[in-house]
């Protein structure tokens, strides 16, 4: 019943809110299967083919202005330690991507229910110290995803100034200096309105994550829409190209589902 | 493909077409004389895959006759047609095979996003009477075309005497003939409509769609 709701809702979205394709589109992924791995380098080819240029999420930020530009800017969120094998890819097309990490995953708690949060992965599917040396010697973005993936809401202005304290130092002892930040589980309905200005007194740039919004850009604080694998290119464009900001705003959920 | 001067889109459209999911076929592709770069370009890809079969013309023959004169070249029992500015998605050819099997249709093509737009064609067209529509346009769009060559050679491929829209001739041909011809609801290629010759030459495509629609000699 709720998918079939959900189903009702993306169609009279799509329907009266559909627009056109977005000179600005930030979309983000997590692990990556071969699947997404192929899913990725086709949305390269593709957007790449209408004059699209891929960059990071701060020169995305930078560039929003500009007004007949036509970028993307590509994350990935978590810490996988399948993201290394990106690099190569990367690096041959000259595309530049930033990846939001959690620090949790450098240190010796116990990740068990970090794992559990980030999707019920097993603890070989996180990266490595090793991994993450091999994305500072990138030229990619690193960016700040919180301590511990907590959802931002839940936790007290305290709490959350500890958990990107804590990001930010553990950044340090490897030279990191995150200007950029994603929200975790993405969704503004995850987040309080002062929790924005906290993180604002941090990084420059805040990201945020759900479909229907990439019309409503803003310096400073980016709307990302996931790129979901499983579907065609026709549903993710879609995705990008309905602006379903005010079904967002009134009821703190996705218009597309 | 016959590809003419396209060194700008060439690389697009022939990595969308190695990067189909359906993968057992050989890429014919025909230098129409270009002049610029665009030659240099399909001997590199030639050179990184095998399934790429290059040819070029001496002298510019137009697209009809170079397709024709890769038809007669081609191996397969199909013929899927690319265009040189255009992108065929993941999926095209795996789905559109899977069409002409499950439909027991002669060929196929499917609907197209144009390129820079989230907006599809042919729209309402797709779903009319094809002999009828066709009276009045051509709801097939050409770089889509997946065809049974042995069809294609019953009904004598594509006729020589249109320069221009032999494609609406050849679909024309083929559903006048009683062939099924079928178009796929789901897009699976985009299409470019900047600066190619179907709007550089928009005087010479209506005069000879015209002769199509009248069933003219041109």
């Given at each position: 019943?709720?998918?079939?709701?959900?189903?009702?809702?993306?169609?009279?979205?799509?329907?009266?809110?559909?627009?056109?394709l977005?000179?600005?589109?930030?979309l983000?992924?997590?692990?990556?299967?071969?699947?997404t791995?192929?899913?990725i380098?086709?949305?390269?080819?593709?957007?790449?083919?209408?004059?699209?240029?891929?960059?990071?999420?701060?020169?995305?930020?930078?560039?929003?202005n500009?007004?007949?530009?036509k970028?993307?800017?590509?994350?990935?969120?978590?810490?996988?330690?399948?993201?290394?094998?990106?690099?190569?890819?990367?690096?041959?097309?000259?595309?530049?991507?930033?990846?939001?990490?959690?620090?949790?995953?450098?240190?010796?708690?116990?990740?068990s229910?970090?794992?559990?949060?980030?999707?019920?992965?097993?603890?070989n599917d996180?990266?490595?110290?090793?991994?993450?040396?091999?994305?500072?010697?990138?030229?990619?973005?690193?960016?700040?995803?919180?301590?511990?993936?907590?959802?931002?809401?839940?936790?007290?202005?305290?709490?959350?100034?500890?958990?990107?304290?804590?990001?930010?130092?553990?950044?340090?002892?490897f030279?990191?200096?995150?200007?950029?930040?994603?929200?975790?589980f993405?969704?503004?309905?995850?987040?309080?309105?002062?929790?924005?200005?906290?993180?604002?007194?941090?990084?420059?740039?805040?990201?945020?994550?759900?479909?229907?919004?990439?019309?409503?850009?803003?310096?400073?604080?980016i709307?990302?829409?996931?790129?979901?694998?499983?579907?065609?290119y026709?549903?993710?464009l879609?995705?990008?190209?309905?602006?379903t900001?005010?079904?967002?705003?009134?009821?703190?959920?996705?218009?597309?589902g | 493909?016959?590809?003419?001067?396209?060194?700008?889109?060439?690389?697009?459209?022939?990595?969308?077409?190695?990067d189909?999911?359906?993968?057992?076929?050989?890429?014919?592709?025909?230098?129409?004389?270009?002049?610029?770069?665009t030659?240099?370009?399909?001997?590199?890809?030639?050179?990184?895959?095998?399934?790429i079969?290059?040819?070029?013309?001496?002298?510019?023959?137009?697209l009809?006759?170079?397709?024709?004169?890769?038809?007669?070249?081609?191996?397969?029992?199909?013929?899927?047609?690319?265009?040189?500015?255009?992108?065929?998605?993941?999926?095209?050819?795996?789905?559109?095979?899977?069409?002409?099997?499950?439909?027991?249709v002669?060929?196929?093509?499917?609907?197209?996003?144009?390129?820079?737009?989230i907006?599809?064609?042919?729209?309402?067209?797709?779903?009319?009477?094809?002999?009828?529509?066709l009276?009045?346009?051509?709801?097939?769009?050409?770089?889509?075309?997946?065809?049974?060559?042995?069809v294609?050679?019953?009904?004598?491929?594509?006729?020589?005497?249109?320069?221009?829209?032999?494609?609406?001739?050849?679909?024309?041909?083929?559903?006048?003939?009683?062939?099924?011809?079928?178009?796929?609801?789901?897009?699976?290629?985009?299409?470019?409509?900047?600066?190619?010759?179907?709007?550089?030459?928009?005087?010479?495509?209506?005069?000879?769609?015209?002769?199509?629609?009248?069933?003219?000699?041109?």
């Amino acid at each position: 019943m709720k998918k079939k709701i959900q189903r009702l809702v993306r169609l009279i979205n799509i329907l009266f809110f559909k627009k056109n394709l977005p000179e600005k589109i930030s979309l983000y992924f997590h692990d990556i299967d071969g699947e997404t791995f192929k899913s990725i380098k086709h949305l390269i080819a593709i957007f790449r083919y209408q004059g699209y240029k891929f960059v990071s999420t701060t020169e995305f930020n930078n560039r929003l202005n500009y007004n007949t530009e036509k970028i993307i800017s590509l994350s990935f969120d978590d810490g996988f330690k399948t993201w290394k094998n990106l690099l190569s890819f990367f690096d041959q097309n000259d595309i530049t991507v930033t990846f939001f990490i959690n620090s949790i995953i450098f240190t010796n708690e116990d990740k068990s229910s970090y794992l559990r949060r980030i999707g019920d992965h097993q603890h070989n599917d996180i990266m490595s110290i090793d991994d993450l040396q091999l994305l500072i010697k990138s030229k990619h973005e690193i960016g700040a995803h919180t301590h511990s993936h907590y959802i931002c809401k839940s936790l007290s202005d305290d709490e959350l100034r500890k958990e990107i304290d804590k990001n930010i130092q553990i950044f340090k002892q490897f030279e990191i200096e995150p200007s950029t930040f994603a929200i975790p589980f993405g969704m503004r309905r995850y987040i309080k309105q002062n929790q924005i200005h906290i993180l604002k007194e941090y990084f420059k740039v805040i990201c945020f994550g759900e479909p229907g919004m990439q019309f409503r850009q803003k310096p400073g604080l980016i709307e990302r829409s996931p790129w979901i694998v499983d579907e065609d290119y026709k549903f993710n464009l879609n995705n990008i190209s309905t602006d379903t900001h005010y079904f967002n705003y009134l009821f703190r959920r996705s218009g597309l589902g | 493909m016959s590809v003419r001067n396209a060194e700008n889109s060439i690389n697009f459209a022939i990595e969308s077409i190695l990067d189909q999911t359906y993968s057992n076929f050989e890429f014919l592709i025909l230098d129409d004389y270009s002049t610029d770069n665009t030659y240099k370009i399909l001997e590199k890809y030639q050179n990184i895959d095998n399934r790429i079969k290059l040819f070029n013309n001496d002298i510019n023959l137009g697209l009809t006759r170079s397709l024709n004169i890769l038809i007669k070249y081609s191996k397969g029992d199909f013929i899927a047609r690319q265009d040189a500015d255009d992108y065929s998605l993941p999926l095209r050819l795996e789905k559109q095979i899977e069409y002409i099997e499950k439909y027991k249709v002669d060929g196929c093509t499917t609907k197209t996003f144009f390129k820079n737009s989230i907006k599809t064609t042919p729209y309402l067209s797709r779903l009319l009477n094809k002999k009828l529509i066709l009276l009045y346009k051509n709801p097939f769009i050409h770089g889509t075309l997946l065809i049974n060559k042995e069809v294609l050679k019953n009904i004598g491929n594509y006729d020589e005497s249109f320069y221009y829209a032999q494609d609406y001739k050849l679909m024309s041909d083929l559903v006048n003939s009683n062939k099924k011809v079928g178009i796929l609801k789901r897009p699976l290629y985009i299409l470019n409509t900047e600066n190619n010759i179907s709007t550089n030459k928009r005087a010479e495509q209506a005069y000879f769609a015209k002769c199509v629609q009248k069933k003219l000699n041109p």
